[in-house]
């Protein structure tokens, strides 16, 4: 059971260590911590994408600043309480982890396959300029009756035919992992600059299998 769900969420990312690792949290004496890998774009911008790891696959009182690594896991979620709201935040969680000489050229440095279900009813738009946008909230499971919410955008075609889901619909996506900046008004005076994660969708397709 436990494989198969493990299955449904599998993520690869390689670039550079963009800074230290930081203390996130502690379960049975294992502590996992964060750190960011910058990722190269087509266009040679990078994607700033966080990643979560435990200290018993790496020694995290060392600084890895410019060493370039290949990531293997699953991207999850958890909801974090703030300013009377629900905060989506999102990370790599990393099973596997290897330093390499660089980012490979042509490799694929940055995947992720997913199977969930449909948890929200799609937004359909179109640009200023008429490019057609969908936006997915999809439901992955866990062991132990646990989910990760994941943001999905779609494109073109793929953003047409995403805005006939409904909800309860059982999907698989494949695509890469974006980081992209915005800023967070805090009050009328201070705003704050804020990274949102999703997955920019390559492929998708409804499965036959819809939960009840």
Request: aromatic content about 10%.
């Amino acid at each position: 059971m436990s494989d198969k769900i493990i299955e449904n969420n599998q993520v690869t990312v390689m670039g550079e260590v963009a800074g230290p690792f930081t203390f996130s949290h502690g379960v049975f004496g294992e502590g996992f911590y964060m750190v960011d890998v910058l990722v190269k774009r087509l266009s040679n911008s990078d994607d700033r994408i966080p990643l979560m790891i435990s200290e018993r696959l790496i020694d995290v009182t060392q600084d890895y600043t410019g060493c370039f690594i290949k990531a293997s896991g699953q991207f999850r979620s958890y909801n974090r309480h703030e300013e009377q709201k629900n905060h989506l935040v999102l990370s790599v969680f990393v099973r596997e982890l290897e330093f390499i000489d660089e980012e490979l050229d042509g490799a694929k440095t940055n995947q992720i396959e997913l199977e969930g279900y449909i948890c929200k009813a799609p937004i359909y738009r179109k640009t200023p300029l008429g490019r057609e946008i969908a936006d997915l909230l999809l439901a992955v499971n866990r062991p132990y009756g646990k989910s990760d919410y994941i943001p999905c955008i779609c494109w073109g075609r793929n953003a047409r035919y995403a805005s006939g889901f409904e909800v309860g619909e059982h999907v698989r996506i494949l695509g890469r992992i974006q980081s992209r900046e915005y800023l967070k008004k805090l009050s009328e005076t201070e705003t704050e600059t804020r990274i949102a994660y999703e997955v920019s969708v390559s492929k998708l397709e409804c499965l036959e299998e819809a939960m009840v």
